[in-house]
């Protein structure tokens, strides 16, 4: 039997043994750590930040602003260009709202793709309604957006162009840094959706070289309803925040006039995610440990055994069978997706199914729902041999499930 010394660190499996989760692109487990920092801000702190003139508030203060140095070092970009958010799909609604719209101007064009997470499709939808602008779609080539396809898109009315690093569904990486290259050079901001390349592979803004970039802290295994939101502060300083209150404001006159910080700050209205922000901290600290070249060979391991004997199967049909990412996109044949997931919880194996909050997917797929599968540094070769003894019985549906 494989050990996977990590497992331990996870109370989910030890309070559920039979289970096998792969539904890792949806939501990471939690590690002991992330679950002790959070704790440690009931137990411990329990106060508020940016509040109070004594000790307490200003520890929370202090350890709120150490975990921001850690996420600008994790992802490699300054401290001034990290804000905390409730996750990826906040901090793309607010990219869109609170800079891009302000320099969009009626047929300018978005450039997205089919691929996109619904979080990275609506709030351009709404812009473009609201300015006039028109969102256009880079072809894609089997299945993929190639950089040769997203130049060729590009036309001297494109504005802004977003994608997702990774796809949600397919797990197809982009070339991102090259991508980044081409807008520039014909000055067309560029965003990145980083929820499923985060927890996967090292990132660099420095690098990279992108104008925004969003992901979420449940992504990674740390708590949900938190997450980051990373722009060039020079357009940090021209984005309007979404939301207005408390701790972002400066000044306040009975006219109806008021001034917000310049600094991230101002997009951080309210009493903060506290708890949040500290497991955030903590699974950084945990992924950093464990590291990226760990975290990739487990995956591309699982993954390609689990493939490879999907892919002698006849009744199983696989969408993205030569993806770089953690996730398999199957159907079994003449079986509603969320039905064969059904089908696989019966075994207590935990999948995803449906269109997986990417509803323009299923033009590219042919297939309208699919099921997904999707590992993580802790799951096991055991784990997979069980998905792949269970799925090879679904060549008989009903008799299987019964």
Not at 224 to 231: D, E, P, Q
Request: net charge neutral; charged share 25%; with cysteine.
């Amino acid at each position: 039997m494989e050990i996977n010394k990590y497992k331990e660190d996870y109370p989910f499996f030890k309070n559920n043994p039979e289970v096998i989760f792969f539904d890792n692109a949806s939501t990471a487990l939690k590690p002991k750590c992330v679950i002790e920092a959070v704790n440690h801000y009931y137990n411990d702190l329990c106060v508020n930040a940016h509040r109070g003139d004594y000790y307490l508030s200003y520890k929370v203060d202090v350890e709120i602003e150490k975990v921001r140095k850690d996420v600008a070092k994790f992802i490699d970009c300054e401290e001034n260009e990290v804000a905390f958010s409730s996750g990826a799909t906040e901090s793309l609604n607010l990219i869109a709202e609170g800079y891009c719209k302000k320099i969009l101007q009626k047929g300018d064009e978005i450039l997205i793709s089919e691929l996109e997470h619904a979080s990275n499709v609506l709030p351009w939808f709404k812009i473009a309604k609201e300015t006039g602008a028109v969102i256009k779609y880079v072809p894609l080539e089997n299945k993929r957006i190639t950089v040769e396809n997203f130049a060729n898109a590009i036309t001297p009315k494109t504005k802004v162009a977003s994608f997702a690093y990774i796809s949600n569904v397919l797990g197809y990486k982009i070339d991102a840094k090259k991508m980044c290259e081409i807008a520039h050079k014909h000055h067309i901001i560029f965003v990145l959706d980083g929820a499923q390349s985060t927890p996967h592979i090292p990132v660099s803004m420095k690098d990279l070289d992108c104008d925004f970039y969003a992901f979420s802290a449940h992504k990674l295994g740390g708590p949900t309803g938190v997450g980051v939101m990373y722009g060039k502060a020079k357009y940090l300083q021209d984005c309007d925040p979404l939301v207005l209150g408390g701790g972002m404001n400066k000044v306040i006159e009975k006219d109806g006039t008021y001034t917000v910080y310049n600094s991230v700050r101002k997009f951080e209205a309210g009493t903060p995610h506290i708890e949040g922000i500290l497991g955030l901290g903590a699974i950084i600290k945990y992924i950093q440990k464990v590291g990226f070249a760990y975290i990739q060979k487990k995956e591309k391991e699982l993954r390609d055994r689990a493939l490879t004997a999907l892919k002698k199967m006849k009744h199983i049909e696989v969408y993205n069978e030569d993806n770089e990412a953690n996730t398999i996109a199957f159907n079994i044949k003449d079986v509603f997706a969320q039905d064969a997931a059904s089908y696989f919880a019966k075994y207590n194996i935990c999948l995803r199914a449906g269109q997986h909050c990417a509803k323009l997917t299923d033009g590219v797929m042919n297939t309208y729902a699919s099921v997904r599968c999707s590992f993580y540094f802790y799951n096991t070769i055991e784990e997979v041999d069980k998905f792949i003894e269970v799925a090879s019985k679904g060549s008989d549906f009903l008799d299987a499930y019964f």
